[in-house]
């Protein structure tokens, strides 16, 4: 006993180390920092969406309708930072609550998805057989039609609508996740320690969650973290098409949809959201690819 103890307290101290290097070399890294950063304003904004905006997002003002940017007008009189659009709304306002959607819809469905791929890879992986065949049959299955078709052909069945959204994304994108699990565990699986815990009687349960998850939990993370930026893409498509969040709410799809119809008079209704859209995925691209980068051993040789 006191011997697993040292073991343990050696590898929590080890564990720690590495942490603290990964995020030591992020400082170095331009590109990390500059997604790390860019993720950060996505996440703050949304977070303190009522404490920095400077309207209300449905405040509308019909005489203001399709106001420039205040360091765009030549008369000085706007109040609106990057513009109104086509309700007088301002624009810096629903962006920043738009953040809000986009952040929610990107993190909620890719948790739905991880937890279910997760399970059924490890499940496939694991106990192969008749489990994995079945398992990697289904993914086959859905990975044959594209994915947006099977999403339009969902959302028009049980309509639009903000958790129905979140639902579709999270239950199409488990195959990822079950492909990835699936193939590390099988290799993880024999494994010295694995072969020692189910000679002691550990059960199925206890070796998947104590050996065969901690040790594909990084790539995991870096799959969630890079997904997280698709399906943001994807909210923002379906969105646009009116299959996706309710139009009442801000949502950046809403406004490019809205905004493509004033592209040519009054270009910062579409602009302004699309470059909030183009950021925050970037940024969630870069840390994806720097932890990619970290965790990956391939990549380092």
Known sequence: MLEVTIVNDT???????????????????????????LVLISILSATFAPVIAPFEPDQADLRARLAPPSWADESGESPYLLGSDQVGRDLLTRIIYGARISLMVGIISVLIS?????????????????????????????????????????????????WKLIIVLGISNWVGFARLVRGQVMSVKEMEYVQAARSIGASHIRIMRKHLLPNVASSIIVLATLNVAVNILLEASLTFIGLGVDPSIPAWGSMLADGRNYIDSAWWVATFPGIAIMMTVLGFNLVGDWLRDEFDPNLKA
Request: proline share 1%; net charge positive.
């Open 11 to 37: 590898s929590t101290k080890t564990s720690k180390k590495k942490k603290a290097g990964i995020f030591k070399k992020a400082t170095k890294n331009v590109w990390a920092l500059i997604g790390i950063l």
């Open 114 to 162: 991880m937890v279910i791929g997760v399970i059924l890879g490890l499940i496939a992986g694991y106990f192969g057989k008749w489990a994995d065949d079945l398992i990697m049959r289904l993914g086959d299955i859905q990975l044959a039609l594209p994915f947006i078709l099977i999403a339009i052909l969902m959302m028009a069945i049980i309509g639009n609508g903000l």
